[in-house]
């Protein structure tokens, strides 16, 4: 009979008219993401060897390692930046560091008012404040730097601006 | 009861005494009275627009599962002052290439015409603000005038997109206007007027729509391509005419034509409440809150389909008006007439 | 040779301007009225071009009559920015080509690289890329069905798909960290296993995307008006859509029963049994319809996969700086939208030479030019919209 498929629909409609909604209230109520979801970076700098792997997998040149030799010949990282706005998230970096230094988070909420804030920087445990002159920082970036342990949480770079500090060692 | 249903009549004669005893000539009174029902009726329209913006926005997120808005004040009651706010606060461009006249009356027309209907609807008895005795016939002549102003702001906006979305208009209102009318004759044939207030008096027995339904369902789907509501939106078809005939506008302009859209809705859906589901008559409640309510079931009804259906084809929906509504529609006028003269023959010779 | 009367007035028999120039020729007074044709842009900001896509149409009043495809809006170079990357650096790359398919983009590119290194493949690994693969699939079927009932209006259709596909993200997102680009097929296997529980949500999953299906099958396949406006609008014949070298649902639409998953088997499908969906009438609706049939049969597929998974690793590691040996490869898989190919050309080096993409989408609107003349603008929307394009993989 004609209008039945109409029908259907409407009653279909009306049912889901009835139904509990989907709709999560977020930020009340937050996403029950599984473990492995990509969100943002985690990085543990007591782990790290400066190996550069990680740099040299990323596609998209995100990662800058600068380290400085110290005793025995052996690397120290100095700071480890990541430039999260190019970044895919596409897990090559984790994938490549031997020590699982550098590992996904699941928290997702990365948006920033500046553009500055989207790079990322982790002081390494060979961290010379006074030895390496830090850049120019870009107007408006001017904040007081942050005491920070080596494993701590990220955030933006307080004192760093986008793009290269000078390193006294070979960057990766 | 009797009082809360007589309610604005005691305070409208109250006023009338009052400059009846200031010594106001008669003239001078019912100037003052038409000037206090236009303003009731335009803040009428007005609470109305916002009330439709609100539950069309939480009806919708209902029907999709959602929640829709519920930030902006106590389940987003606010939300359509928030819309309101922001239209006003754009700016109001106007392509250089525009009929510059045509473009900006367009919206006015539209608006206005939509406001003087909302002067023929009976909310009570006695309770129009324009009571006339042809009151139905005026108040379809005056809806297809809208058309006008599509047209102008299809053809004054100098852009290809308004121009076809003004051009399905015309085509579409115009024709949908003649199973529009017929099935409402049907409802003239009963109750034996074309005042509304008689209609909805006549209907103190029964719903017209009892005695109509295959009036009412002409009506509801020809009162859906009058307002050019899905599923007969192609007019301002947002997935092929970009917006149709109000691509061009923004701001306060804009706004006017989204409120005159939804103002409309309101307005044939008491017209549609009127004629069939028996207007302001209904036992125990007073006779406006009657009124709204049923207002409120065909807004409800017309947004159900609006968001269940998806958009017909215009050449396929001339077809469907030509082919199969108006015949459809004479033969529920042969059916009445058929359907009177046995009723009478009946209670006459059963007496 | 077939006779296209491309931009011509004439469309088929029985289309608008065909009654209009038979009207003309009967009446005298309307054969002296005097109309223009013109051109109109539907595109590329258009909400209904499914990305940037641009269609410079000739019109005669609403009817079209010839039609033009004009893209490259969002053309990033991918192609080129493969001589520069490693073969693992790029393959993050290869999801951003078809978005809405992104592993079954993964998986032809490791594929091609398999081929050319000569590198085996674990089986649990092709067990779960099966698996990935149809869940892909599946959430990218969504994606057109809803986009075709919101081209058409039908809002509240257009939600319900994108909640069952909400489900398949939530799996994807289990699996590899990522909902849309997943970086997780490669070139050995699949960078990671399945996590705990996984069949358990699976299986949660499918009872609500049955039910969402269902819903969104009683909304829309029985509707008469969307049946008005699919049925008999924009028919493909199957020796036209040979001609014009259409793939993939489109094709098995018109009634070419052809499928790489069965006709040139990759993987372990040879192993697995399902059906191909294959209707006759090539119209839009057929195209819609078929989608939603390659639903139920990727969910046949996923849990045959999970029922049948062996154990073992699931990766082949390739060395850092993987160099093949010089030669080209072209390898082929069944994606979601046709025959998605990876040509690639290596001269020894850790770079590609040359990498080329044969994308599905790019193949299939090369039959609009043909097609278009005779509808309607609201034709051509319904039309475009079944042909499931995704600019992404159409300008690289």
Known sequence: ?172 | MQTLNDLFLIVASFFRGIMGSLGFPPLLTDAVMGLVSFVAVAALVTVNIIVILWVDRRVASFFQERLGPNRVGPFGLLQSVNDAAKLIGKESIMPAAADKRVYKLAPVIIFTVTMILYGFLPYGRGMSPVNMNAGLLFFIALSSTSTIAILMAGWGSNNKYSLLGGMRTVAQVISYEIPLAFSMLGVVMLSGSLNLGQISEAQRGIWFVFLQPLAFFIFLVSALAELARSPFDMTEAEQELIAGYHTEYTGMRFALFFMAEYANLFCVAALGATLFLGGWSGPILPGYIWFIGKTWFMVLVILWLRWTFPRARIDKMMKFNWKFLIPLSILNILLTGVGIKLYQYFTTVGR | MRDSSIGSADGAAGSVTAVAAEARAADPALDALQTEEYTLNLGPQHPSTHGVYHAKLRLNGESIVGCENVIGYLHRGMEKLAESRTYAQFAPYTARFDYLAGVLNNWGYAMALEKLGGIAVPERAEYIRVIVAELQRIASHLVMLSSMVIDLNAVTGWMYAFTAREGILDLLEAVSGSRMNLNYIVAGGVTEDLPEEFEAKVKRTFEDLHARLDDFDRLVSGNEIFLGRTRGIGVIESGQALEYGMTGPNLRASGVDLDLRKDAPYGIYDKLDFDVPVLRGGDSFDRYHIRLLEIHESVRLVEEAMAGLPQGPVRTKLPKAWKPAAGEVFEQIESARGIQGYHIVSDGSAKPYRMHLRSPSFVNIGVLPELAPGLTIQDFVATLASLDIVLGEIDR
């Open chain 1, 1 to 172: 009979m004609f209008g039945i498929g109409l029908v259907q629909g409407l009653y279909t409609t009306a049912k889901r008219f009835l139904m509990k909604k989907v709709t999560q209230a977020y930020p009340e109520v937050l996403p029950d993401l599984p473990p492995r979801s990509r969100g943002s970076f985690g990085f543990d700098a007591d782990e790290c060897i400066s190996c550069g792997l990680c740099a040299e997998a990323c596609p998209n040149g995100v990662i800058k390692v600068d380290y400085f030799l110290g005793e025995k010949n052996r690397r120290v990282l100095e700071r480890y930046s990541m430039n999260l706005g190019y970044c895919l998230f596409c897990g090559l970096c984790v994938e490549a560091c031997p020590k699982s230094a550098i590992f996904f988070k699941t928290d997702f909420d990365l948006a920033c008012y500046r553009k500055d804030d989207t790079l990322f920087t982790w002081r390494g445990n060979g961290y010379r404040p006074s030895a390496a002159p830090e850049s120019t920082p870009t107007a408006g970036a001017a904040a007081p730097p942050v005491a920070r342990t080596a494993a701590s949480e990220p955030g933006p770079a307080a004192a760093t601006a986008a793009g290269a500090a000078p390193s006294a060692g070979k960057g990766a």
